[in-house]
């Protein structure tokens, strides 16, 4: 079964991310920082997903320089075409882009990503705000899953009222057709919220980026119900070991295909692979 990790951040220099950035990272997976010039290139991504035994990595730009980074969607592109296991989102701010719908045709076409990932804590709007909803239909259109950050966020600056998974309920109504992932699965506040909204919308997932796998049953007792709507990431390289992270997973007291769902069948699905 494939394994394929869906919440993957990449920089091309220590300046990329802000100090309290490399802070967190620091206390979470102090390692990366043991050989970090090799860690951040495309062949060190590459490399620890071949440790940790996984097959295709979603690449996220993050282009939030008040709160934690600027990984810009070109760079993403470029790092990206290094081998075709490093699949590119691209990630548009509606306060700094006027035609969002437009914006990310260009951007698909031009560089050829496969997805958007939407941070509304980190750049100050709501979800179901009418000016994203020409990015909304162009992505309908291109069969493209848009991720977005939901739950909280420790990150000075981000505000937590953008966060809330209930903000994409009209979303998902008015884009039957548009799939919705709910990265972090509305971490904090919201689990309940979030597991709701991907029983009551077909098109509404659960990205379990940054939660320990030792909790999902903790934080969604009805996981079981819910398997075809979830997908694993590791939010590397906040996370410590993917590898790690991955066997815990697989220890869980679910069943094996609950679990291969979790691990990569349902994100191949979402990403058109075979």
């Known amino acids: 079964m494939p394994v394929i990790d869906f919440h993957v951040h990449v920089l091309s220099s220590y300046d990329d991310w802000t100090e309290e950035a490399h802070k967190l990272i620091r206390r979470y997976n102090p390692s990366f920082y043991d050989d970090f010039e090799k860690n951040i290139l ?3 991504v590459l490399r620890e997903m071949d440790e940790a035994g996984v097959d295709y990595s979603v690449i996220l730009p993050e282009y939030a320089p008040l709160t934690h980074g600027t990984i810009t969607n070109e760079f993403v592109a470029g790092f990206c075409a290094h081998s075709d296991r490093l699949i590119p989102f691209c990630n548009i701010n509606p306060h700094i882009v006027t035609y969002p719908g437009r914006e990310l045709v260009r951007l698909v076409d031009s560089l050829g990503v496969r997805g958007v990932k939407l941070i509304p804590t980190y750049n100050h709007f709501y979800a179901n705000e009418a000016r994203l909803y020409p990015l909304y239909e ?7 899953p848009v991720l977005v950050h939901t739950g909280s966020s420790v990150f000075r600056g981000a ?5 809330d998974p209930l903000f994409l309920d009209e979303v998902a109504v008015d884009f039957p057709d548009l799939t919705l992932i709910m990265a972090h699965g509305g971490r904090g506040f919201w689990y309940g919220r979030a597991a709701f909204l991907c029983r009551l919308h077909e098109n509404v997932y659960i990205d379990l980026t940054g939660l320990p796998p030792s909790n999902y049953l903790k934080y969604y007792p009805d996981l079981e119900k819910i398997a075809d709507k979830l997908v694993f990431g590791s939010d590397r390289p906040t996370a410590p070991s993917r590898k790690e992270n991955i066997a815990a997973v697989r220890s869980l007291p679910i069943a094996q295909e609950t679990k291969d769902k979790i691990l990569g069948l349902t994100a191949a699905k979402l990403l058109g692979i075979g």
């Open 159 to 163: 505000k937590l009222k953008y966060g």
């Open 138 to 144: 162009k992505a309908q259109e291109r069969g493209l």
């Open 42 to 44: 495309p062949e060190g």
